[in-house]
């Protein structure tokens, strides 16, 4: 991924994360690995659980502790109704500057 997209993923990445929990709930490893899977391979895991962190702090995910075979309880993080507005806003922001920059790249709207 290069600089340009690594920056641009920067100011979406947490939209994106909220989205997937709308389609389920999902802890960490799970949500970097869907990640990876759909193409961003260079999302860092630690990444993933700052933006989580943040998140729970901001109050717009639900947490539940799951016990693991594998070690310490995992966290499972669910979308709540406030991360549902959040991300409604998102998709709103996302929707009004995917169609300017379409028009511009278009050749419309030009002084």
Do not use: C, H
Request: charged share 30%; hydrophobic share 40%; aromatic share 10%.
């Amino acid at each position: 991924m290069g600089k340009q997209a690594t920056e641009m993923l920067k100011g979406t990445l947490e939209g994106i994360v909220l989205a997937i929990l709308a389609g389920r709930s999902a802890y960490g490893y799970e949500i970097t690995a869907w990640l990876r899977e759909q193409g961003f391979s260079d999302i860092a895991e630690g990444t993933i659980y700052a933006l989580l962190l943040r998140i729970e702090k901001r109050e717009l995910v639900d947490v539940e502790k799951i016990p693991s075979e594998k070690g310490p309880p995992r966290k499972v993080y669910s979308l709540n109704a406030e991360g549902r507005a959040y991300l409604d806003e998102f998709w709103r922001t996302w929707s009004f500057l995917s169609e300017r920059l379409e028009q511009l790249r278009q050749g419309g709207n030009q002084p």
